[in-house]
Nanobody
Framework: QVQPVDSGGGLVQAGGSLRLSCAAS????????VAWFRQAPGKEREFVAA????????YYADSVKGRFTISRDNAKNTAYLQMNSLKPEDTAVYYC????????????????WGQGTQVTVSS
């Protein structure tokens, strides 16, 4: 069983950047698709971005397309979410998740979740 460990959150001003990391503890993460989700206060958790096992395919929510980039380094068992041009509405707890098999944008398809990392964007 591989467990995601997410990190890299913090406080940043609007227009700034952050890079989140998702490291895999346990077995190698190269057999897993990786996704990021986020949950803002008072809202349901939502899909942000996903990447396939070999980085051949990436998917983004419309709200982050063109600003966020998901990537992975299987040699380091780590995935990343580069977030640029951050907006106050990006404030949320960000969660990394793994699943065996094909990439998915649905939370229900992911069985391995990180503990979450807080991202706060001030205006």
């Amino acid at each position: 069983q591989v467990q995601p460990v997410d990190s890299g959150g913090g406080l940043v001003q609007a227009g700034g950047s952050l890079r989140l990391s998702c490291a895999a503890s346990g077995r190698t993460s190269s057999s897993y698709a990786v996704a990021w989700f986020r949950q803002a206060p008072g809202k349901e958790r939502e899909f942000v971005a996903a990447i396939s096992r070999n980085s051949g395919s990436t998917y983004y929510a419309d709200s982050v397309k063109g600003r966020f980039t998901i990537s992975r380094d299987n040699a380091k068992n780590t995935a990343y979410l580069q977030m640029n041009s951050l907006k106050p509405e990006d404030t949320a707890v960000y969660y990394c998740a793994f699943r065996v098999g094909a990439t998915s944008t649905r939370q229900i398809d992911y069985g391995n979740w990180g503990q979450g990392t807080q991202v706060t964007v001030s205006s």
